[in-house]
């Protein structure tokens, strides 16, 4: 795959016109970008997403060559780990391409490379991700119950994802599950979705709902603080603050009992954005400062204009403006109108 940017060392790239990285006003270093390479989705998951999705038109994505070389830019200003995101980010046709372009960048300027997945295509990939240079990777699991996976889903096929997580772990990568706590869908699966993840050696993040975006769900009706799961896990486990991190919201603790982790992201009972260290990047080179918020730049134009610096100036003027916290709430209208699936979370 060739790239714009070919035969040009990283710091080549973006202009130098900013040598002390991206920091937005309230001095905290935006080192690591969420990319979302399509918004498709081959699930309808209900929290996330509506039934009938409008998505976008392929005019309006940037090429898998673009996102290289808008992914060098952003090395050269200092982002030192990569997750690619979608929608589901393997349905996108050639996504290995991205991946391999990424890949070569490790080592040189990027730390890491992720990848956030519902699980569905891993059976295919999981190898060809591991040899490209991904380690680790999240999977979407919210439930281990085939009929419930299925209504929570509408319509996956639980055993498809089972397979590509026993895929995933045979080639070597090292697989997180994320479970988003439903009230009165998923909460009296937790424990034993714990369980199942320390028998083997798997790691667990617990992930409040987030108000993106209007499905036909009630999120009000099946929000669940994580305050009060963590004190039900609290009276059969150990749990114990870790001094892991993956530069996440995730805060992890030790289940002594279970010689495991879980993580609990907690974006509306315990706000997470004094350490924010991230931006999110649409599909269609939008970038977003917050999740909670609409403050953007749109990149893709600038990036096609081959014009140096155009990219870098956004970038700056899209940090000036980052907001100090998002504005999510549970009940009434959602803090955005994009569904989660535009930024991947």
């Known amino acids: ?45 209900r929290y996330c997403m509506a039934e009938r999705m409008q998505f976008l038109p392929k005019r309006e994505i940037l090429t898998l060559e673009e996102m290289v ?6 090395i050269a200003r200092g ?6 995101t979608g929608g589901e980010p393997l349905v996108r046709k050639g996504v290995m391409e991205v991946v391999r372009g990424l890949g070569q960048r490790i080592g040189a300027g990027l730390d890491e490379l992720v990848m956030t997945t519902n699980g569905t295509r891993l059976e295919r990939f999981a190898g060809e991700l591991h040899d490209a240079g ?18 929570i889903t509408r319509g996956g096929d639980l055993a498809q994802v089972l397979r590509g997580i026993d895929a995933a772990l045979t080639s070597g ?33 617990l992930i409040e709902t987030m108000p ?26 150990t ?25 609990f992201i907690t974006p509306l009972t315990n706000n997470f954005c004094d350490g924010c260290n991230r931006i999110r990047i649409a599909a269609t080179g939008t970038v977003y400062g917050c999740l909670g918020h609409d403050q953007k730049v749109e990149l893709r134009d600038a990036l096609r204009s ?15 403006g980052k907001p100090r916290r998002h504005e999510f709430r549970i009940g009434g209208a959602p803090a955005v109108e994009r569904h989660m699936s535009v930024t991947g979370g």
């Open 173 to 205: 990568l090292s697989v997180k599950i994320n479970m988003v706590a439903l009230a009165g869908i998923n909460e009296d699966e937790i424990e034993g979705m714990l369980r199942w993840c320390a028998a083997m050696s798997i790691d667990l993040t």
């Open 239 to 263: 749990l114990v603050p870790s001094t892991m991190r993956t530069g996440g919201p995730s805060r992890y603790h030790d289940v002594l009992e279970l010689r495991s982790r879980v993580g």
């Open 1 to 45: 795959m060739k790239t714009r940017g070919e035969g040009r060392s990283v710091s080549e790239v973006a202009s130098p016109h900013k040598p002390d990285g991206l920091v937005d006003s309230f001095g905290r270093r935006i080192t690591y970008v969420r990319l979302s390479v399509t918004d498709r989705c081959d699930l309808r998951c």
């Open 212 to 237: 993106l975006g209007e499905v036909e769900e009630d999120r009000t009706a099946h929000y669940l603080p994580l305050d009060t799961v963590k004190r039900r896990l609290e009276e059969r486990f």
């Open 69 to 74: 070389e808008l992914s060098d830019i952003l």
């Open 79 to 84: 982002i030192r780990k990569i997750r690619l």
């Open 306 to 320: 081959g014009r140096a610096g155009a990219v870098d100036e956004l970038l700056d003027r899209l940090l000036a």
């Open 134 to 151: 991904v380690r680790r990777i999240n999977i979407s699991l919210d439930s281990r119950r085939p009929e419930r996976f299925g209504h």
